[in-house]
């Protein structure tokens, strides 16, 4: 991990800011944690240690899954968003020095962080997990992005106003949190399923459905802490074989609940390929 993105991290025990050396994350209180070989920092507190994030499994069905290309609108939206909101930021702060510290929080395998990052030479980017197996993978998804395990349900450890943008995509949100971390002027982008997001497969393989009042939950959820600004709904169809189907459930909350023997077999009696709809919001919110 770059030592200019470990500065924008603060302790999990005392909340001073980390500073790195050689593979040492340590605050001047003389909290420290080492960088794990393969490269990412584990800043879960102890009391968090029992938190179940994706397992092995998931995180390669994901990997295997997103490298296929077929959330790539996802991620084409979301770099157009944050290339908006970037361009409309007052000021930049310097931690990291550049074109702006992009998080994305339950980043699993980094997949939609790297996209980003990439848009721009100098934009680096924070992937925040509670899973090891997801922060082994985000650790190597591009040279200007860190991994770091932690709850952040609980607490991001990332100082105040370090972060230009923050990504949400499919997870948990923290409104506190994320905008604490947010500089000011700073935009939380949210990416969430609509109704019609894998519609052909729900009833067919048993998958979780999407709550009808997503929406009013999300506005609730985010309200106090942030005032919306716009959204764009992004829906295509894929077509999809039944090895890509399998691995899309696998990479889901819906693989917890799943007997893989009976998914097979439901898998089964789909058309091969199947036209699968993609249909999500991305929702742009600003600190209130």
């Known amino acids: 991990m770059h030592p200019d993105l470990v500065l924008a991290l603060r302790c999990p025990v005392c909340g001073d800011p980390l500073g790195l050396t050689a593979r040492t994350a340590s605050c001047p209180r003389g909290h420290s944690y080492d960088l794990a070989k393969q490269g ?33 609108p996802i991620l084409q939206a979301l770099k157009s968003h944050t290339t908006q909101a970037l361009s409309e930021l007052p000021v930049r702060t310097a931690l990291p020095a550049g074109g702006g510290l992009v998080v994305e929080v339950g980043a699993g395998t980094g997949y939609y962080l790297a996209g980003v990052v990439e848009d721009a030479h100098d934009r680096w980017g924070l992937a925040l997990d509670v899973s090891r197996y997801a922060a082994r993978r985000a650790a190597k998804v591009h040279p200007r992005v860190g991994s770091v395990i932690c709850d952040a349900w609980r607490e991001i450890p990332l100082l105040d106003g370090v972060a230009q943008v923050v990504l949400d995509v499919f997870a948990p949100r923290n409104a506190l949190e994320m905008a604490r971390v947010l500089a000011p002027g700073g935009s939380l982008l949210v990416v969430t399923p609509n109704q019609a997001h894998l519609a052909e497969l729900v009833a067919v393989l048993g998958l979780v459905r999407v709550d009808e009042e997503k929406e009013r939950r999300l506005t609730e959820s985010l309200a106090g802490s942030f005032e919306k600004g716009g959204s764009e709904t992004v829906e295509t169809v894929m077509r999809l074989d039944h090895p890509a189907v399998e691995r899309l459930v696998a990479m889901t909350p819906s693989a917890r609940h799943t007997d893989p023997d ?27």
């Open 40 to 72: 990412y920092l584990n800043l879960l507190p102890s009391a968090s240690t029992g938190i179940a994030g994706d397992s092995a499994p998931m995180v390669d069905a994901r990997t295997t899954f997103l490298a296929t290309g077929h959330y790539a």
């Open 262 to 288: 009976e998914l097979t077999e439901r898998i089964a009696v789909l058309p091969d390929p199947v036209e699968v709809t993609l249909s999500v919001t991305l929702s742009t919110w600003r600190a209130a």
